[in-house]
């Protein structure tokens, strides 16, 4: 089961970028890597997803190193709303999905 | 832009009692997974479901809880007798591709389950 590591809680300041590293030590071959953002009492919204490399959208960029073993969710000029708690998911199948505590930001005026 | 429906919003029911949860994925999605979060923890994959066959239930507490998606389309998870332990979130969520983990989860809003 590639288990995820991640900041329990993470604090910046509006207008900042921040980086939030996850661990996945054990990642297989075929997994992804996929990041959600939860707000308070809501589902969890997907942000990204990656297999190596870098990826980028229009909210956030995501750094993968060679080995996999780890990733970077990265959050151009945070502003108030992100204030929420992020989530590492790394699986490629059943039995396999695996949220973990999540890393929670708090963005400080 | 189409969503995951849950009903109901928010639950109470006593312990011992029987509580049923009902889920309605997003037109097209074949995969459909249940979620329980217990507050300050990530959400728990309970069961997953490709079309109306169950992949994973591993983590399903087969003694009290059932899950079903008859036709392939909505679905519903029951507690049956509902324990204080169960109070949680619980969530819904689908997706198009028959292998999670490399394409969108999209959430429902959840159901919030009390248990007194």
């Known amino acids: ?9 993470m604090d910046s300041y ?18 992804y890597i996929t990041w959600y953002q ?5 589902g969890p919204r997907f942000i990204i997803q990656g297999y190596k490399t870098k990826v980028t959208n229009e909210v956030a960029s995501l750094f993968i190193p060679a080995d996999r073993k780890s990733s970077t969710l990265s959050l151009p000029r945070v502003s108030l709303s992100d204030t929420a708690v992020y989530y590492c998911l790394v699986g490629s199948g059943a039995n396999n999905l695996f949220f973990g505590t999540g890393t929670r930001l708090t963005v400080i005026p | 832009e189409a969503e995951v429906a849950q009903s109901p919003r928010y639950k109470i029911t006593e312990k011992s009692q029987a509580v049923a949860f009902w889920c309605d994925p997003i ?33 399903l507490p087969k003694d009290r809880f059932s899950a079903e998606r008859l036709k392939g389309v909505d679905s519903t998870l029951k507690i049956q007798p509902a324990e204080l332990g169960d109070s949680a979130m619980y969530l819904c969520a689908s997706s198009l591709a028959p292998t999670p983990g490399q394409d969108t989860q999209y959430f429902g809003p959840g159901t919030r389950l009390t248990v007194l």
């Open chain 1, 1 to 9: 089961l590639a288990k995820t590591t991640q900041p329990i809680s």
């Open chain 1, 14 to 31: 509006e207008g900042q970028e921040v980086n939030i590293t996850c661990s996945h030590n054990n990642i297989a071959t075929n997994d």
């Open chain 1, 38 to 42: 939860q707000f308070p009492s809501q």
């Open chain 2, 27 to 59: 037109s097209g999605h074949a995969t459909l997974y249940w979620y329980r979060q217990i507050l300050g923890q990530g959400p728990e994959l309970l069961v997953q479901f490709q079309d109306e066959s169950v992949v994973d239930d591993s983590q």
